[in-house]
């Protein structure tokens, strides 16, 4: 008896070797997940990296240049490759609906988590759960055939340009930013609120300059991930934005971003094509831009920590 | 007054260690610690918190292994159990354990007791059947709970969860049983049923028991040792300890001067 | 003017800009359903598309959506259950693991057309799966990888360390106690995460376009062989999805009643999520409820 249990003391059993083959295993799927990311990042990177060094387009020629027709070769021979209209075009969507969306989600953020009833919340929560669920298709469908006739309408030419892209992506990052917001508004201690009405300070005054100020960097990182998603939204854009590769002139006029470029256009370029790499550029750059803002992030979530939030 | 005074029980020895050492990092919890633990009887480690006594007793079934660097001997069976080449889990199969919260599983409350044995190989529902009857009885919980096996084990009461949680550790047929404050979380009346519960259960058991009540050390243990600061001072019959403390330190805590 | 009054008007603006936003929005739920709903049919949603003539239904694209969404979850349950499993219970606290919890971020905020583009150049063209399922399933796996393994890694790590020594104290193998104690106890938020996600698998457009495909070959539903090209099971033919085909309608506009399949098809998709939001609060519920024995 004795010996017995000092023998299985020493030998490995059942357990030891699911111990490891469990760790194993594991280790294997999350490994994954770092190859997944670096071949995502290195085949993107060298098909568009070829205009470049294969093509011979100057990158600052690239990101300046309006003119985008990159069958065609300029009068030093490099291709005609100036993305700038839709670097442009994607920049001005991106902060245009921001700048909207913002007020709207603060808003309803500061609703939810200081006036609502628990009634009202009940009925908030769900509903900003199921649109941020809407698929990016269904907005698209609407922006095509509601704000684009609608524009047309209005102010004449086409209907489609930056305008209804930026109504669309409003409601599709609203969302977004109203339920990081409102964890970030949650976030705050009460005790914060309840020492500003004690010193006499009305209820706007305590969310005003206390809890939003401690709110201030999820709030921020809310408004980027927001950002991050309207830079990054394929097709609704695409379907309202008119497609045509000019620097745009007015709110209304067709242009293109980098997103809406890509969709429409990488099916219809040969692989290995002067055309195709500089379409590869231009997933380089959204490439580039997710990272950006994921870099931010990180940095105002480090800002505010030490702040001592 | 002596400075240290630690007795060998003459009791047969069941688990002992010899120089056993904890660091956290680069900090040392508990000095080397030599003490021997007699067959069927309650030990019962006493001392402020942050003594050392919680860490001695996590560091028996290597429950400290990933947490910190534990260094000596800790002798069961005749083989020392403290080396990287024993099978922990086979070990842990020996020496049971009951936390200072009930967790319970979030299962029925027979397959909290039938899960583990299982899982070691019994695979027999007769067999099983038994062995989730017999530690309930041992855990004087059948009586309550015997209508309400497939019940969730979480709708018990605080004091029936802990109870439920020795029976889980006896399923495993131990030889010793590490009791980590198990009355901690308990109200009075389920403190006085849990203590009964362990009295009993020293007929069969090998037991040692983090308190930091010291009525309860007396009223269930046999032996305690004293332990201030990772260091143990004092090891002897319980008796002893509480009326005859041959240590400063030992004295003014049991009389109630901490520090 | 005095603060009293700014007080007021704040909470008047507050008030009528949420009123603004809730109105919006009810009425976009209400154009599609009202002007999707009148064209649904059962005929509707069993009958094939129509490339130029009207009349069309979304047969095949409904069943492509739901054969792409299991496929993907087949394949990415696994694998997140894997990694969620390794960052929660294995993974040392140190460089590495802060990595790949980076790079699961990373991951997660990519534009789904660079995670299609990714899938197109290497799945379509390298490995010349071609346009099809295969192609479709795998590309979501990547977008929805990074999403689910967060999801249980955080299901994980929010059940309490008394758990896992509970379980170790037995003489359980860790791997045995995250699979027998731990992962049932967080079933119900895993289950939560999953349907959730369904709903963004169902609806996704961007990631496919270039994967599975924008065709949509005729099917024959009693042909169960997996090889045949008509077969609904085979994985290896072109696959346009429900939310690719609105995609298509609207956008190339060759079909005649392109606005009318569109907002039927949109209200299918809206009433989908729709479903899988309800599902995703009460399977959640109820599997709490069961677990906690009923409370």
């Given at each position: 008896m004795d010996a017995d249990i000092k023998k299985r003391l020493l030998s490995p059993s059942k357990a030891t070797k699911q111990e490891r083959r469990g760790k194993t295993v594991t280790f294997i799927t999350a490994a994954f997940i770092i190859v997944l990311t670096f071949a995502i990042i290195v085949f993107i990177a060298n098909l568009g990296l070829r205009t470049f060094y294969k093509d011979n387009v100057n990158i600052w020629e690239f990101l300046t240049g309006t003119a985008w027709n990159p069958g065609e070769v300029d009068s030093h021979g490099h291709p005609i490759a100036g993305a700038a209209p839709m670097i442009v075009t994607s920049i001005l969507v991106t902060l245009l609906s921001a700048v909207i969306a913002t007020p709207f989600a603060l808003a309803i953020g500061v609703y939810m988590?200081?006036?609502?009833?628990?009634?009202?919340?009940?009925?908030?929560?769900?509903?900003?759960?199921?649109?941020?669920?809407?698929?990016?298709?269904?907005?698209?469908?609407?922006?095509?055939?509601?704000?684009?006739?609608?524009?047309?309408?209005?102010?004449?030419?086409?209907?489609?340009?930056i305008l209804p892209a930026i109504l669309v992506l409003f409601f599709m990052i609203l969302p977004t930013i109203t339920s990081m917001t409102v964890d970030a508004l949650k976030a705050v201690p009460v005790s914060f609120r309840q020492a500003a009405l004690a010193l006499g300070a009305t209820k706007w005054q305590s969310i005003y300059k206390i809890v939003f100020r401690a709110a201030l960097p999820g709030i921020f990182t809310a408004i980027i991930f927001g950002m991050s998603r309207a830079f990054g939204e394929a097709l609704a854009v695409q379907m309202v934005i008119g497609n045509s590769i000019l620097m745009p002139e007015n709110l209304v006029s067709p242009t293109s971003t980098l997103t809406s470029q890509l969709t429409s256009q990488i099916g219809?370029?040969?692989?290995?094509?002067?055309?195709?790499?500089?379409?590869?550029?231009?997933?380089?750059?959204?490439?580039?831009?997710?990272?950006?803002?994921?870099?931010?992030v990180r940095f105002i979530t480090k800002k505010g920590k030490m702040n001592g939030r | 007054m002596k400075d240290y005074n630690i007795v060998t029980p003459k009791e047969e020895i069941r688990i002992s260690t010899k120089d056993l050492s904890v660091k956290y990092g680069d900090k040392l919890a508990l000095h080397p610690t030599t003490l021997a633990f007699p067959r069927h009887q309650?030990?019962?480690?006493?001392?402020?918190?942050?003594?050392?006594?919680?860490?001695?007793?996590?560091?028996?079934?290597?429950?400290?292994?990933?947490?910190?660097?534990?260094?000596?001997?800790?002798?069961?069976?005749n083989v020392d159990v403290n080396q990287p080449k024993i099978n922990v889990f086979e070990l842990r199969k020996h020496i049971g354990m009951v936390f200072q919260r009930p967790n319970p599983f979030a299962k029925t409350i027979y397959e909290n007791i039938a899960y583990a044995p299982r899982y070691h190989g019994i695979k027999d529902k007769r067999q099983l059947d038994e062995i989730v009857e017999k530690s309930l009885r041992q855990a004087a919980l059948w009586n309550e709970v015997k209508d309400d096996l497939n019940k969730s084990a979480l709708a018990l009461s605080g004091g029936q969860q802990q109870r439920l949680c020795i029976a889980r550790a006896i399923a495993m047929k131990p030889s010793i049983l590490l009791l980590d404050e198990p009355a901690s979380a308990l109200d009075p009346i389920s403190t006085g049923v849990l203590e009964e519960t362990l009295v009993e259960l020293k007929k069969n058991y090998t037991m040692i028991m983090v308190t930091h009540n010291m009525q309860q050390a007396t009223r269930v243990s046999d032996y305690t040792a004293f332990f201030q600061l990772g260091k143990v001072y004092e090891y002897d019959k319980t008796v002893n300890v509480f009326t005859n403390p041959q240590v400063k330190l030992t004295q003014d805590y049991v009389e109630g001067r901490f520090g | 003017?005095?603060?009293?009054?700014?007080?007021?008007?704040?909470?008047?603006?507050?008030q009528v800009m949420v009123g603004i936003v809730a109105v919006l929005l009810v009425l976009i739920i209400g154009y599609i359903l009202v002007t999707g709903l009148p064209q649904e049919s059962i005929d509707f949603l069993f009958k094939p598309s129509q490339a130029v003539k009207a009349g069309g239904g979304i047969r095949d694209q409904l069943w492509n959506?739901?054969?792409?969404?299991?496929?993907?979850?087949?394949?990415?349950?696994?694998?997140?259950l894997g990694a969620g499993i390794y960052l929660a219970e294995y993974a040392p606290d140190n460089k590495l693991t802060h990595f790949i919890q980076t790079l699961i971020e990373i991951l997660s905020s990519l534009p789904s057309i660079v995670v299609g583009l990714f899938g197109y150049?290497?799945?379509v063209i390298r490995f010349n799966m071609g346009f099809s399922i295969l192609s479709g399933a795998l590309t979501l796996t990547v977008f929805n990888l990074p999403l689910l393994t967060s999801n249980i890694e955080n299901a994980l790590r929010s059940v309490s360390d008394e758990q896992r020594e509970g379980g170790?104290?037995?003489?359980?193998?860790?791997?045995?106690?995250?699979?027998?104690?731990?992962?049932?106890?967080?079933?119900?938020?895993?289950?939560?995460?999953?349907?959730?996600?369904?709903?963004?698998?169902?609806?996704?457009?961007?990631?496919?376009?270039?994967?599975?495909?924008?065709?949509?070959?005729?099917?024959?539903?009693?042909?169960?062989?997996?090889?045949?090209?008509?077969?609904?099971?085979n994985v290896m033919r072109p696959a346009e999805t429900l939310a690719v085909h609105i995609w298509k309608l609207n956008t190339e506009g060759l079909t005649i009643d392109a606005d009318i399949v569109s907002a039927a098809a949109s209200a299918v998709l809206i009433l989908v999520v729709l479903l899988f939001n309800i599902l995703a609060h009460y399977l959640g519920n109820k599997l709490e409820r069961k677990l906690t024995g009923g409370k």
């Open positions: 988590t200081e006036y609502a009833s628990k009634r009202q919340r009940q009925i908030l929560r769900p509903m900003i759960e199921l649109f941020t669920g809407i698929p990016s298709v269904v907005y698209g469908f609407l922006g095509l055939t509601i704000l684009v006739p609608l524009m047309r309408n209005t102010f004449g030419g086409t209907g489609f340009g219809n370029t040969i692989m290995g094509s002067v055309q195709n790499d500089a379409l590869w550029s231009l997933a380089l750059i959204l490439l580039l831009m997710s990272l950006f803002f994921n870099v931010l | 309650i030990t019962a480690l006493i001392g402020a918190s942050g003594s050392g006594k919680s860490t001695y007793l996590r560091s028996l079934n290597r429950m400290n292994d990933k947490i910190a660097t534990v260094e000596g001997q800790i002798l069961f069976e | 003017m005095d603060v009293k009054k700014v007080d007021h008007l704040a909470k008047r603006i507050i959506s739901i054969y792409l969404l299991i496929l993907a979850l087949l394949i990415s349950i696994p694998l997140s150049l290497v799945l170790l104290a037995l003489g359980l193998s860790r791997w045995q106690t995250i699979k027998g104690i731990l992962l049932p106890r967080t079933v119900p938020e895993i289950i939560t995460g999953v349907v959730l996600s369904s709903g963004r698998i169902f609806g996704e457009a961007a990631a496919l376009i270039y994967t599975s495909g924008q065709s949509a070959p005729a099917l024959n539903y009693l042909n169960w062989n997996p090889l045949s090209p008509e077969s609904p099971l």
